[in-house]
């Protein structure tokens, strides 16, 4: 039972345009959310992270929405450079319990920014 | 500075093998990890340590092992490596006071 789903394997967009890349949860105890962006070969690096107490964090080109009570979030990538196409992986987290900390992570979703 | 280091980049086992993939990390972080990345299936918890000496399960830890002797070492072990076990293998680490991981560059893993 997926806790965090990211339902678009994929994405295509413009050179220039918005991106938009979204993830959905189930569990309304997690409080904290991040992605992450993986290039082939490569390890995932954290990009942005939001607590469940905002509804916008924003960081240059790239900002995060959360909506808590639609258990959803967005992240929003204005303008979309070629250099930004990668895997971006959705993860949440709680901040109590045996599994403190813990990151639980979407199946990914692969952008593709076209020239 | 380093931060995580995976070691070997990349095996092939034949079934039945064992081996132990290697991850240290130079930052003090007292949180470590161990995800396997399927393909498109995510990044799902093998074992995690919160120190030295301690250890606990993640989602998927079935044919693994890990051990924490120090801070800085992680290492995974693979007994009677299975096809099922065919993955992209990440460690990363967190300091506690953190919310977010670093990970290293992966191991990719063969069992033929």
């Known amino acids: ?115 | 500075n380093a931060g995580v280091t995976q070691t070997p980049k990349f095996r092939i086992l034949k079934i039945g093998q064992s081996m132990t993939l290697q991850c240290t990390q130079d930052m003090n972080h007292n949180y470590m990890y161990w995800y396997r990345q399927d393909p498109g299936m995510g990044l799902k918890l093998i074992y995690y340590s919160v120190g030295a000496g301690i250890t606990d399960k993640g989602e998927v830890p079935n044919g693994y092992n890990v051990s924490r002797s120090t801070t800085e070492d992680f290492p995974l072990r693979l007994e009677l490596a299975a096809p099922s076990q065919t993955s992209v293998y990440f460690c990363a680490s967190r300091d506690p006071d953190a919310r977010s991981y670093t990970f290293g560059s992966g191991t990719r893993l063969t069992v033929v």
């Open chain 1, 1 to 115: 039972d997926q806790q965090v789903k990211q339902n678009s394997p994929s994405l295509s967009v413009q050179e220039g345009r918005i991106s938009i890349l979204n993830c959905d949860y189930t569990n309304s105890m997690f409080d904290y959310f991040l992605w992450y962006k993986k290039y082939p070969a490569e390890g995932p690096t954290f990009l942005i992270s939001i607590s469940s107490i905002k509804d916008k964090n924003e960081d240059g080109r790239f900002t995060v929405f959360l909506n808590k009570s639609a258990k959803h979030l967005s992240l929003h990538i204005v303008p979309s450079q070629p250099g930004d196409s990668a895997v971006y992986f959705c993860a949440a987290s709680l901040d109590y319990g045996g599994s403190q900390g813990n990151l639980i992570f979407g199946k990914g979703t692969k952008l593709s920014v076209k020239p």
